[in-house]
């Protein structure tokens, strides 16, 4: 195939044009919801409630992701790819129905359970489809497009929540997205096939491991939302324990959940989800509670404290899209250097961010510049990353590896998410609380999680050197 086939008009023209919209659009259905949520949480927990329980709206969703994603190659098997994006479509457009209607934090946790099932299915489809639909010189390109939905969400989802939450009415926010929902429904139904030409029989579900690891989840959310310092490291060795048992189980085990040589250390497989993995948690630790601390530290209303969060999805689209025609030794290097730009947007945001301001342009100046190095960082390397995942797997594991990608980076994003609301409740968030502790929290939560970037520098090398052994 020659380089002017395999380029950007291929993908985006012609029948490949029409896949490449649906894809998209689940992708971006998913996103959008996520910086509404992002966006309007502290206006959400100002009416309702629930600050102790702030980081489990993320941790929810994203354990409802999982469950989504590993349940997306059987539904995609049983209903085909039209019935499935309708289902997922309707599970999301359920949850979100719930939230708008949520009287309290509970109610709301309840509504972001359900969101979050039908946005992983909607998130793992799109990689599946990626796979069964398009030629392996398009993935990257594809890949890119995915992540560059989260870019589009970052234009919809803070005006949307932004909007909403300025005006008192959050819950309009979630009303908003449902006619959206209707329609993308209705585009899959229309333009998708009704059956997946290589899917011919139902996989196999590795329940066991499934549980594992939402067990593991959220072990550590209820050590977290604790005061005490005590049950905070009980959870975190009890989700330890059970990633044990689950690696002990998976080695054994007929179904799997993810492809062999994915808990190996040596094996290329393992380094690759290693550097997804802690380069996720970078991301969403950071986006979490960005909003926060631009509101509480540096004077910022809601809508503009959404689009200055909303920088760092910027970077990583903007780096996907401009990094996924690298190719040979350009691709390597890009994923080399990822880690390493995603570490400084860390430390400086450890250093700026807890000064805190007025407003001042020249200290959200750096800060806007640090939320793009972060998100740049990852993007530059992840539809690199993602290919070579697809290509590493062992044969006739190439769906589990498609459903995997997912399933690992919404665990990463899951238990993150989790020890970031540890962290920043054990730094003062909530105790003493105020400009004080909301400070404290800001400084601890970058300066702790700088730590994972750090591990993709290593993590990175190991994997493209042993590519280059094998």
């Given at each position: ?390 290509q590493a797997a062992p044969p006739g594991e190439q769906d589990l ?70």
């Amino acid at each position: 195939m020659t380089e002017q086939k395999i380029g950007w008009s291929a993908l985006l023209s012609g029948s490949n044009g029409i896949r490449s919209l649906a894809l998209a659009g689940g992708v971006a259905l998913h996103a959008i919801n996520v910086y509404i949520a992002t966006t309007i949480l502290p206006s959400v927990v100002a009416e309702i409630g629930g600050l102790d329980y702030y980081a489990w709206n993320t941790t929810l969703f994203i354990v409802a992701s999982i469950i989504g994603s590993v349940l997306s190659a059987n539904l995609l098997a049983v209903s085909g790819p039209r019935g499935a994006y309708v289902v997922a479509a309707g599970l999301f457009g359920l949850g979100t129905f719930i939230c708008a209607l949520a009287p309290s934090m509970p109610i709301l946790l309840l509504g972001r359970f359900v969101q979050g099932l039908g946005g992983g299915l909607l998130f793992a489809l799109a990689y599946a489809m990626i796979r069964l639909v398009f030629p392996q010189a398009l993935w990257p390109r594809a890949m890119a497009v995915v992540s560059g939905m989260w870019g589009v969400a970052t234009l919809a989802g803070p005006a949307i929540g932004g909007t909403f939450a300025e005006l008192g009415s959050w819950r309009m926010a979630f009303w908003a997205v449902l006619p959206t929902t209707g329609l993308f429904a209705a585009l899959a139904f229309a333009i998708l096939p009704g059956r997946s030409p290589d899917t011919d029989e139902k996989p196999g579900l590795a329940v066991p491991q499934l549980a594992l690891l939402i067990l593991a989840v959220f072990v550590v959310s209820l050590g977290s939302v604790n005061p005490k310092l005590v049950w905070n490291i009980a959870g975190i060795a009890a989700a330890l324990f059970l990633v044990a048992i689950l690696v002990l189980i998976e080695g054994r085990a007929e179904t799997r959940l993810l492809p062999r040589g994915a808990f190996r250390l040596s094996s290329p497989l393992c380094m690759l989800f290693v550097t997804i993995s802690v380069l996720a948690i970078a991301v969403t630790v950071s986006e979490m509670f960005i909003p926060l601390f631009l509101q509480v530290l540096h004077a910022q209303t809601p809508l503009i404290a959404g689009y200055l969060s909303v920088l760092m999805s910027v970077g990583w689209t903007m780096g996907s899209i401009m990094s996924s025609s690298n190719q040979g030794r350009r691709a390597e290097k890009a994923v080399r250097l990822a880690p390493v730009v995603a570490l400084s947007g860390m430390i400086l945001l450890a250093l700026l961010m807890p000064g805190g301001s007025q407003g001042e342009w020249l200290v959200l100046g750096p800060l806007s510049a640090a939320f793009i190095l972060v998100g740049a960082g990852v993007g530059i390397s992840w539809p690199h990353l993602l290919t070579r995942i697809l290509q590493a797997a062992p044969p006739g594991e190439q769906d589990l590896a498609s459903a995997s990608i997912t399933t690992v980076q919404l665990f990463a994003t899951a238990l993150g998410s989790a020890l970031a609301g540890m962290v920043v409740n054990l730094a003062g968030l909530t105790d003493p609380g105020g400009h004080a502790g909301t400070q404290n929290a800001a400084f601890w939560l970058f300066a702790v999680f700088a730590i994972a970037p750090l591990i993709g520098v290593f993590s990175a090398a190991r994997a493209l050197g042993k590519d280059e052994r094998r």
